[in-house]
């Protein structure tokens, strides 16, 4: 089974910029449809966004983060990025990538199979 490992997060002033990384240990990574989940002290997992598999991918956002957040894929290197730009404190929780196998997007935590160990992303006002 595919295991995920995230990377990439830490500390950034409200207004800044980090990026996100799951590398998977898999090269079938290309099948699975991917997804970035966050979970903020005392509250549910949410999700973020997620991309479908292919070259083109399609993709679908959490509509707070539209516009500030771009998923991408790079299957060649196994990896899924999440680039976050005009962070707000409200941003700031433990995120976790997600795969699923199959070309649909979803956006329940129960239609992923496999999660990563999360990384904490915390955004200072």
């Known amino acids: 089974q595919v295991q995920l490992v995230e990377s990439g997060g830490g500390l950034v002033q409200a207004g800044g910029s980090l990026r996100v990384s799951c590398a998977a240990s898999?090269?079938?990574?290309?099948?699975?449809?991917m997804g970035w989940f966050r979970q903020a002290p005392g509250k549910e997992r949410e999700f973020v966004a997620a991309?479908?598999?292919?070259?083109?991918?399609?993709?679908h956002y959490k509509d707070s983060v539209k516009g500030r957040f771009t998923i991408s894929r790079d299957n060649a290197k196994n990896t899924v990025y999440l680039q976050m730009n005009n962070l707000k404190p409200e941003d700031t929780a433990v995120y976790y990538c997600?795969?699923?196998?199959?070309?649909?997007?979803?956006?329940?935590?129960?239609?992923?199979?496999?999660w990563g160990q999360g990384t904490q992303v915390t955004v200072s006002s």
């Open positions: 898999e090269r079938t990574l290309s099948r699975y449809t």
């Open positions: 997600a795969a699923r196998p199959s070309i649909l997007v979803a956006l329940t935590t129960n239609d992923y199979d496999v």
């Open positions: 991309i479908s598999w292919g070259s083109g991918g399609t993709t």
